[in-house]
């Protein structure tokens, strides 16, 4: 078998599919995008696809080698994106070669079903406990919100206090037993993240994610030491040498990797199989399309760790296109009682419908992450 073609389609509201075809007719697929940078990842895939035109698909250890290690340059957000597009339909054609899902290839099920979570709350959270109640009601027994809108280094109380009043709403919304993550969205910087943690304790969240960017490794170490809350952070994160000093740093509770931007399924298992080493849990990034959440839940299924999963089924981002409008077979995403099934069919388990992807593809996207600023007119982060 050797590879004849890649193909990328950049479809609404804000997604890259890749499509890899070969000469004995079957064909895989893969979500390689980088919000923000579509465009740029797929140039990036086609700059890959010098490479792997001619080559044995099979061969994914291999290929994500050369793919990573054989360009001076590596790592980062757009080359790892598109790396991850790629691995995940090498996967889906291996799969769909040998009649079996990719989770069997990668040592078989630990689990049928897990556990996801709604997003109810938008960049500027507001009404989030009627959102809240709403989740709950389609049987979701978790939920996330962006904690904060922009926030100055050293802020006004009244910031935290419109923080605290809005997870208060929800807490009371939906009782005790619900899972509340709380996304600070890497906007709050080390002497308010302080502040935020301490004041949140009471609400008893599930998590609270990216208190400050990945990078501020220091402030991330003490936020952790006063805070009983569990840390979430990493979908900013691409490869495992970047996890590798927030593993042994200590300072995170549960890692995010995106298996569409770090690396694709072959380097997100090695990247969960680290975190089970330092008794850290696995809750996978993904307000992505179909094909991402796929890929996504052939790896929850083989990895331990993995408690739950993000997933962007009505998130405030799909407005011109939803979750399921890319599939030909959408309920093979069996959302149950706050979980969903983990696809049995052969690769990664789903059947894209090519015909509406080219179709949606003539229209496209050019979609940018907002700019903030602050009163004083100073950038603020999104």
């Known amino acids: 078998m050797k590879i004849t073609r890649l193909t990328t389609f950049i479809v609404p509201p804000r997604w890259c ?64 994106s598109a790396l991850a597009g790629i691995d995940q339909a090498l996967w889906d054609i291996k799969g769909k070669a040998l009649g079996v899902p990719v989770s069997e290839l990668l040592g078989g099920n630990v689990r049928s079903h897990i556990k996801v979570y709604s997003w109810i709350g938008g960049d500027r959270p507001s009404e989030t406990a009627a959102a809240a109640q709403a989740a709950v009601a389609r049987g979701f027994t978790a939920v996330k919100m962006n904690g904060t809108e922009e926030m100055q280094y050293v802020d006004s109380y009244d910031k ?94 549960i890692i995010q990797p995106d298996p569409s931007h770090a690396g694709g399924i072959t380097e997100t298992r090695k990247i969960a199989s680290m975190a089970e080493a330092y008794d850290v849990a696995l809750a996978l990034h993904c307000p992505l399309g179909p094909i991402a959440l796929a890929a996504n839940l052939q790896l929850d299924a083989v990895c331990y760790n993995a408690f739950i999963q993000e997933q962007s089924l009505g998130i405030h981002y ?53 700019v903030w600023r602050h009163r004083d007119g100073s950038f603020a982060e999104w």
């Open 318 to 370: 799909n407005q011109a296109n939803d979750l399921m409008d890319y599939v030909s077979n959408p309920r093979v995403f069996a959302y149950q009682d706050g979980m969903v099934a983990i696809p049995t069919g052969p690769g990664l388990g789903i059947e894209v419908n090519e015909d509406y992807v080219r179709e949606r593809a003539q229209e496209g996207h050019r979609w940018r992450n907002p």
């Open 17 to 80: 599919f890749l499509k890899i075809e070969t000469d004995e007719g079957i064909t895989g697929w893969g979500e390689p995008v980088l919000e923000g940078r579509a465009h740029t990842v797929a140039a990036a895939v086609d700059e890959l696809a010098d490479y792997l035109v001619g080559k044995d698909p099979r061969h994914i250890e291999d290929h994500w080698t050369v793919l990573y290690r054989g360009g001076f340059y590596r790592g980062g957000g757009v080359h790892m």
């Open 160 to 253: 935290v206090e419109r923080c605290l009043q809005n997870v208060a709403a929800v807490r009371e919304a939906v009782g005790p037993n619900v899972g509340i993550g709380v996304d600070f969205h890497g906007r709050v910087h080390r002497p308010m993240a302080k502040v935020l943690v301490k004041e949140l304790e009471p609400y008893k969240l599930m998590f609270i994610e990216e208190p400050v960017l990945s990078e501020h490794e220091e402030a991330l170490k003490e936020i952790a030491r006063i805070s009983s809350t569990p840390i979430a952070l990493g979908e900013r994160l691409y490869s495992r040498w970047d996890f590798k000093r927030v593993l042994q740093g200590g300072y995170a509770d």
